[in-house]
């Protein structure tokens, strides 16, 4: 087992040098004055290819080849080894120069995207992006050569292993099917009903943080090993045993930052909760992007937007922010975190009509890098699809194809995750609710213990052990599917019996 | 100049690794929650390790050779060269195994002090302080036999190049033969005088925050590349371009924490000062730790100290904090800033019983580096210290060994740098003022910008490019002495006539 002892001291190695990145990274989006953009820029790069050049080096070929020739190895180091040569494989397709390329042109398209949405202004951005989507062209061409893949289904298996365009095509066919009608339904529910009572009043930042970190505590986020934040775009990002979430407040709501802190909380309770025997080694990361989203959305849609849990939320709220009369009432909290409204921003969406914002990215960003979508025309296609998917006309960019920093930040093959992981969280929260019937009623209580312990052991402290679909079967019994997304909406947003 | 191209380009590379391990250390100090500490030292300790490797790689070795005998470098070239030469040396003589030993041991030592600091348990740091000072013995051991120096003198050469402890000894010997009877004279005239009215009330840490922006900005701070945030122990860190300075507040002092934004803004004006056209070359970098002390003290002591600057600042304080009463006058807030009493807390003190604090630790950290001083026996040894430098009685190692981060962070030989600095601050100050005689009446209107341009001019643009006795000699028309700093302390402390 000596070469793979080398192999993992190296990726030890590695591991550090991306856990600083990541704290230069949140630092980037947190604190950073404007002017050191450059410079950080230089940074990142900088580790980027330091990082680059110790996992493509031949040393690094020579141990990898002859580790696989080693016998004794257990289950997860075998699995180590499976991923380590996944890593290789990703990096060494790509030269060098061409790493650090994108990483420059992604802070600096990055920073642009900053003032242009502050602008409105798409024309300050779009060289910028230009040079970025060239760049994650080239990367996919290369990665695709040696993969056997098209160039997105590459740059997508960076993001979720194993996924590919072919599996995704007919799940997000069968969601274009179904939604628009359950949309309507739903929408014809809600507007028998009445609309709900809005929350009015101004929300001291100060007390919507407080409740954040309360609820934070009691999903079981932990704070000796992470912290919370402000940014213009929430993110949980940071490094091993320093978590960092983000999120940002508007004192004129007081529902939407809290459930955006238990969104973050999602992802960062699977980051605390990956093996912490391999720390550092690839077999100890989070299973890719839709495994990571399905954590994020089955804390936030699933279990804190349930009927029960608003049950335990509502009067916190009421305290915390001296609330007074029906609209402070579980039943119109719930009322208010279960609306359903399409509208232009993606982050805002609610869960009937965010697979539309996914549906559009995801054919946009696919002919973007087929090359058949230049991004001259993309404020254009863009506007196009909101009004065909979500039935709306976009009059600003703002509101249009400049609202997320994936593209600019050079992520394409990232969007899909989004929706294939509230997919996931659908179907891992009805494989936890069956086997741990406690589940719903303990959240009433602001009791997550039960749901936790069943993600730990079934998700998170699982790591890269098994292949996603593999972790799939393991907790659910089935591969990642449409179907329990769907039941899930059917019930909580058209049916006509008790909400969910 | 083929090869000083190569080496342009690994040095530009290392000082990215340094600008990422600085913002890593400010962040470490300034928001990362305690269990992170032990992956951030790792993270540290790889980035130390790497840096080292690729400096000390035979390449840059055969370079440096080649680049030596090139022809056709300017004066910023050569100067640039000798600088990476100095670093290699410091570099190579070090082996790789003791640079991340040492690093992991300092972060381990420097948790470990925050605790014991905390509990006033000195028991909680010795073993991790034993390793430290164990570990930089060999540094020094390992470097000074390269340099031809001593240990301590090798160590030394690290924080302030060229600086020798032979050279230290008659400039300290001086102050401790003058102090103690102008100590003495100012105490009488101070006595005699009154004592000055103490400011009362609670003084809100935003105002106190805004306030000192405001004194930031006066001095020429570019908050575009660098910011202000709250530590523990106060310090100037960051990255180029990015120059973090921190301080600390408490409710119950007006003034204290004010200075201590000052002193720090006179580093960060070196830092964002330094030649921009050679960023990431070693020549750019601030000549050495005592030049750097200058710089803070210089702004701090000789600029916002003065009765001069006191006159523009005392209104400001009053309006700040609602102030009313002679106590808010100009003459008494100056004398506030310029009270004399013998203290325990090094970074409390005056100026005139400061290079107490300095003769003490500086005396106790030869021993250490020589062998003559264990760990074990630093607390009595540092009690007796101050009980014969500064006549007091030390009950708690909280207020006596245990009150600084420099030995448990690794640093032996900078505690002398702090002295040196108050020396040259005192020398370039007044050369500043017989160039420019408009800097000090500036200084009652709150304008910096006379005295910035000439240390802009004279100290910070000149990065590395002079050794520190060739930038004194061209800047004062002298090398360092103690005779301006002797002068500055009679004048504003001791003298009869008019205090200054």
Redesign the interface.
Known sequence: MQAYRSLATTF??LG??E??SG??GW?MQT??????S???G??L???S??AHEILTSQKTADALAQAEDETGLGEWEQANLREMRRTYIHASAVPGDLVEASSKASTRSEMAWREARKQGDFAMLAPHLAETLRLQRQIGEAKGAVLGLSPYDALLDGYDPGMRQARIDPLFALLRATLPDLLGRAQARQAARGPALPLLGRFPIESQKDLGLTLMRAAGF??????LDVSLHPFCGG????VRITTRYDEADATRALMGVMHETGHALYEQGRPAAW??QPVSQARGMSLHESQSLLIEMQACRSREFVEFLAPRLREAFGGEGPAWEADNVHRLYTRVEPGFIRVDADEVTYPAHILLRYELETAMIAGDLAVADLPGAFNDGVSRLLGLTVTNDREGCLQDIHWPGGSFGYFPTYTLGAMGAAQLFAAACAALPAIRPALAQGDFSALRGWLRENVHAKGSLLQTDELFVAATGKPLGAEDFLAHLERRYAADAAVS
Chains 1, 2 share one sequence.
């Open positions: 030890s190695r550090a040098i856990d600083a704290i230069l630092d604190l950073m004055p404007d002017g050191a450059e410079m950080r230089d940074q790069a900088t580790l290819v330091l932990d704070f000796e090993r992470g912290r490094a091993t045993d320093d720390r550092h």
